[in-house]
């Protein structure tokens, strides 16, 4: 079975140019989380998709940001106009839904993540 | 916002030595989690911890949630050279229902074994 997957995974653009990461999740995984990770720093969570609905975006840094699930399968994150500050490694990560109720932690699966440079 | 204080930062170890690292944070946690990081890849879980106090091992790593549900540390024993990578705690809350929310991570051990 694959594992979540990200592309690109590296991207170096320049500053007030747009970039667009896209983020496949395991196959049947309708919980779909976005991170990022500042250099050095811990990884920061962005937004949770529950199938092609955001359940939270308390994480999203502003409105430059822009995350789609259409469908409920694959998602984006658009950046635009980027800044400097935007650099740093985005990972994307799915989990199932806890059909049970149970109360136990979901295992997340990452992806490899996409290092972003913004010049 | 929430924050996790991770410590050490880094440690630099010989290859067979034991490794101990901690998360503390202000808040409670109902789940606390260690991942690893190899370069190139994103996180895997090592352990998962869901009862204050419960201690939980994974072969040579054994990691502890702390009674009062702040702090969490994770022992390695007789270190490889393929435990190097970067250590990541993490903190869960658990709303119930049919979705879980979102991870709080620490700042991350980098771990380098000597042979």
């Known amino acids: 079975e694959a594992g979540v997957t990200q592309f690109p995974s590296h991207s170096v653009i320049e500053k007030g140019q747009t970039v667009t990461l896209r983020c496949d999740p395991i196959?049947?995984?309708?919980?779909l989380y976005w991170y990022r990770r500042v250099m050095g720093k811990e990884i920061k969570f962005l937004l949770h998709?529950?199938?092609?609905?955001?359940?939270?975006e308390s994480g999203m840094p502003n409105n430059r940001f822009l995350a789609e699930r259409t469908g409920g399968t694959y998602s984006t994150l658009k950046v635009q106009p980027a800044e400097l500050e935007d650099s740093g490694v985005y990972f994307c990560?799915?989990?199932?839904?806890?059909?049970?109720?149970?109360?136990?932690?979901?295992?997340?699966?990452f992806g490899p993540g996409t290092r972003l440079t913004v010049l | 916002g929430q924050q996790l204080n991770q410590s050490p930062q880094s440690m630099f170890i010989q290859e067979g030595e034991d490794v101990s690292m901690n998360c503390t944070s202000s808040?409670?946690?109902?789940?606390w989690l260690w991942y690893k990081q190899d370069p190139g890849e994103g996180p895997v879980l090592l352990i998962a911890?869901?009862?204050?106090?419960e201690l939980t091992s994974n072969g040579r790593l054994t990691a502890q949630f702390g009674i009062t549900r702040k702090d969490s540390f994770l022992n390695i024993s007789a270190s490889i050279p393929s435990d190097v990578g970067i250590y990541f705690c993490?903190?869960?809350?658990?709303?119930?229902?049919?979705?879980?929310?979102?991870?709080?991570f620490g700042q991350g051990t980098i771990l380098t074994v000597h042979p």
């Open positions: 990560a799915s989990s199932p839904l806890n059909l049970r109720g149970a109360v136990r932690a979901d295992t997340q699966y």
């Open positions: 196959s049947g995984h309708d919980n």
């Open positions: 998709f529950v199938k092609e609905s955001k359940q939270d």
């Open positions: 808040s409670i946690f109902n789940t």
């Open positions: 911890l869901y009862k204050a106090g």
């Open positions: 993490a903190g869960q809350r658990n709303a119930g229902g049919t979705s879980y929310g979102k991870l709080t």
